[in-house]
């Protein structure tokens, strides 16, 4: 009954196929565990922006791009690159390449999702992990996850947790916040608590979903979504898949067209003879 259930909430408020990403599902800092479906290529892009000070008062963009493609096995690789990176002095252009599975899916009978990802962050210099879990209950869905990074300031490594929530309002509308936070951290150090907060929709009859959001971070890198700065930027983040099939698959052929018909030959049956006082129409 509780699978009947679940099956029933994503059928009545999901906009795309079960397989589509789909920003409904997690909030803006999370990756929800998704995966790429096999036999598409996901892009996302994301811009996150914030204004200088005065008395320029600029407004600088930190853009990020994800694309990945979806392997057998519930897997997929790819890569997040980050063109305007804080992570490391002098190092703006942040690469992340990634490996994730997606370990169980309520969809099929479990009872969570549990998805487990690596990276190796040429910023950082050093691979980083995490393993995520989420829960749908009802229109709501929970999600926490755990993270080892690789400390990008000095030698050793960092632990990392996250947690958030993501409300389906309807079909084709969603709220999401997440905070995440990385343990120990120096007091020294200029990073704070990490967040995000946004509205997510669902654009009709396309595969395509948008978030407007809000965060303290700037890039979403297992790194840039742990360590959160003291500015605020507001942004956006669009999500793009494409199935290989549309433009490289093989068409098949359509129908052959059905034989013409055969001319009836056969000569019309001779009148009748005329009968005796029966009455004729001339024309």
């Not at 690596?118 to 926490?144: I, K, M, Q, T, W």
């Not at 999500?239 to 099939?245: A, Q, V």
Request: no cysteine.
């Amino acid at each position: 009954m509780n699978m009947l259930r679940r099956l029933l909430w994503y059928v009545v408020l999901l906009p795309g196929s079960v397989g589509a990403q789909s920003l409904l599902d997690r909030p803006p800092n999370l990756s929800g565990g998704w995966v790429v479906s096999t036999g598409t290529v996901q892009f996302n892009f994301l811009h996150r922006f914030r204004q200088s000070g005065e008395p320029e008062r600029k407004v600088l963009n930190s853009p990020t791009f994800v694309v990945a493609t979806g392997l057998p096995f519930r897997s997929m690789v790819g890569f997040t690159y980050a063109t305007n990176s804080a992570l490391t002095p002098r190092y703006p252009n942040e690469w992340e390449f990634l490996a994730r599975v997606a370990v169980l899916r309520e969809l099929e009978g479990a009872p969570l999702d549990v998805s487990a990802q690596v990276a190796y962050n040429l910023s950082a210099e050093g691979v980083d992990g995490e393993l995520a879990v989420a829960r749908l209950l009802g229109p709501v869905r929970l999600l926490v996850a755990g993270r080892s990074l690789e400390n990008p300031f000095e030698s050793g490594r960092e632990l990392a947790a996250a947690g958030g929530i993501a409300i389906r309002l309807s079909r084709f509308v969603a709220l999401g916040g997440d905070v995440a936070t990385v343990f120990d951290r120096p007091a020294d150090r200029a990073e704070k608590t990490a967040w995000s907060a946004g509205l997510h929709v669902a654009i009709p009859n396309t595969p395509h979903t948008v978030s407007l959001h809000a965060s303290n971070t700037n890039t979403t890198t297992l790194q840039g979504m742990s360590r959160g700065g003291e500015t605020t930027r507001y942004g956006f983040e669009f999500t793009i898949p494409i199935t290989l099939s549309r433009y490289f698959g093989s068409r098949r052929p359509g129908p052959e067209p059905a034989p013409p018909a055969a001319l009836d030959t056969t000569p019309p049956p001779p009148a009748a003879p005329a009968v005796p006082g029966q009455r004729t129409v001339r024309a």
